[in-house]
């Protein structure tokens, strides 16, 4: 293992992204790979998480520069680091988000976006927490945090995020109903803890939700799906209910007049993980929360596929087609 400050530049074997569009845009190369500057570390990736911010890289609906390597979290071992850097050293063992080029078998991040990853710890795991178990800590913490007893309903409660957001809501208390496409699906959330489950491909999820609590609606509504799930949010809503969009998974809402939230005193916020870990200090405090949870047993993020890095696209195909329960990770072998 490289124990340098000033390693040498490499090629490396990565997922790239020349041309917006499917799938197949995702394409195996040799990329080559700078050294750590000031700050920065050189990461031998073992797994990358693969994430819907991913597909919407790819589409161009959240552009980026031509081309690129996607993949905004990972896991694996410090390789090099460049001058200036004090937290982690070669060996140590990390995993982070946020941060571009996980697609790949090694990539250059800056040092303080990294996780340490405690030996108890697997890769896949921490490949799988941080991104999905961060952007849970802050869409339950930075809104309307659940009480005892309120109705939080999460939408695509099968996917990764959703399956988190499922088990901490219960965790504090609240009563939890989740949507989703499949039986199967339904069986993991109420597996996860919800109290309720509705297949939308085959109910009103906004009738449901004011049938099961008795025409109250939902005080904390967590929607990662927008386009097909928006207009019935703002009927699910309980009176002064909140609502959370964090994500556009069958594409952006439909506009909507600010005036109508008056009719029941709703408030909706819009959320991005980015605006939540500013600093070190605030990401490492989501993700030991997330840790914290996972080692106490009551939070348990659930992996669905792990494929070979060269697999990508089908890793994109499965995300895009909702044939996922849980985490999507991808391997590179290292």
Do not use: C
């Not at 982690?88 to 991040?109: H, I, L, N």
């Not at 795991?125 to 961060?134: D, E, I, S, T, V």
């Not at 099968?158 to 988190?164: K, M, P």
């Amino acid at each position: 293992m490289a124990d340098s400050r000033s390693p040498r530049t490499s090629d490396v074997r990565a997922m790239v992204v020349n041309s917006y569009g499917g799938p197949d845009t995702l394409t195996a190369q040799d990329v080559h790979l700078k050294a750590p500057g000031r700050g920065e570390v050189l990461v031998r990736l073992a797994v990358a998480g693969v994430n819907f911010v991913d597909i919407y890289m790819r589409r161009g609906m959240r552009p980026v520069p031509l081309p690129f390597t996607p993949g905004l979290e990972g896991a694996g071992v410090v390789e090099a680091v460049g001058p200036g850097v004090s937290t982690v050293q070669p060996g140590d063992r990390v995993a982070y988000a946020q941060q571009p080029g996980a697609y790949a078998e090694s990539t250059v991040v800056p040092a303080d976006s990294l996780i340490p990853l405690p030996d108890d710890v697997s890769f896949e795991q921490g490949a799988a927490f941080p991104l999905q178990g961060m952007t849970a800590h802050y869409l339950i913490h930075e809104y309307r945090k659940p009480s005892e007893g309120d109705v939080v309903l999460i939408h695509a409660a099968a996917g990764g995020v959703g399956l988190l957001l499922v088990q901490w809501a219960r965790h504090l208390g609240a009563r939890v109903i989740g949507t989703v496409s499949t039986q199967e699906k339904a069986a993991a959330v109420r597996e996860a803890g919800a109290h309720d489950v509705i297949l939308y491909t085959e109910q009103d999820f906004a009738k449901e939700i004011l049938r099961m609590t008795e025409g109250h609606g939902a005080d904390l509504i967590i929607d990662g799906v927008a386009a097909t799930t928006f207009a019935g949010n703002l009927q699910a809503a309980a009176l002064r209910g909140h609502i959370v969009i964090f994500g556009a998974a069958s594409g952006p809402a439909d506009p909507i007049s600010p005036n109508v939230l008056m009719e029941r005193s709703l408030s909706l916020s819009g959320g991005d993980l980015w605006h939540f870990m500013e600093t070190r200090e605030e990401m490492l405090h989501r993700a030991g929360s997330v840790m914290e949870g996972i080692e106490s047993g009551w939070l348990m993020p659930r992996t669905s596929k792990i494929l070979p890095l060269a697999d990508a696209a089908e890793a994109h195909r499965l995300l895009e087609d909702r044939r996922t329960i849980g985490k999507v990770l991808l391997s590179t072998g290292n």
